[in-house]
């Protein structure tokens, strides 16, 4: 008999057979600028999700580079005087620490242990960039009779929003 499991986590709805990859040992899901990529954890326990250079390169597209963690158009250093909770070496391999680098850029992370999911939500600079127009972002949403609307719908008009969630 084939068991499944269904993960949903942010836009994320993934369905793994049972011997797939994702129940490999020390496997993470790593939702992160809209990728989802399945990688590779650290093989000791950690809150902190520790990567190889190559699956933090495929899952982020930051690449470790000496000047520090680099994507084609941007390049962060890494303090130097905290490289340590960064970088480690465990059995001859690399291993980068992508929660102390979201720690580092102020990005919020949501991790579920159970089903070692992980998800970066957007850096500081992405988050803040709609107090420069001081526009919402736009979504879609349907109503109480499942008719859906899109917050451009209603461009140029003056628009209340009520928001509530659950538990």
């Known amino acids: 008999m084939l068991r499944s499991r269904f993960y949903l986590a942010g836009p994320l709805v993934c369905l793994a057979a049972a011997g797939s990859p994702i129940f490999a040992a020390n496997p993470s899901v790593v939702i992160y600028d809209g990728l989802t ?48 909770t960064f970088l480690a070496t465990r059995a001859g391999e690399t291993w980068f620490n992508l929660s102390e680098f979201a720690r580092l ?16 939500g957007p850096r500081p600079e992405a988050q803040n960039g709609y107090t420069q127009t ?34």
């Open 37 to 84: 990529r399945e990688v590779a954890g650290a093989p000791d326990k950690s809150n902190d999700l520790w990567l190889k250079p190559a699956d933090l390169t495929r899952a982020t597209k930051f690449e470790l580079k000496p000047q520090g963690l680099c994507t084609d158009t941007v390049c962060i250093p890494l303090p130097e005087a905290r490289k340590d």
């Open 105 to 120: 850029l102020k990005q919020p992370v949501a991790h579920d242990a159970k089903h070692s999911i992980w998800y970066f």
């Open 134 to 167: 001081l526009q919402a972002p736009d979504f879609t949403l349907p109503d109480l009779q499942g008719k859906t609307h899109s917050l451009a719908d209603f461009r140029g008009k003056k628009v209340l929003l009520i928001t509530w969630g659950s538990r």
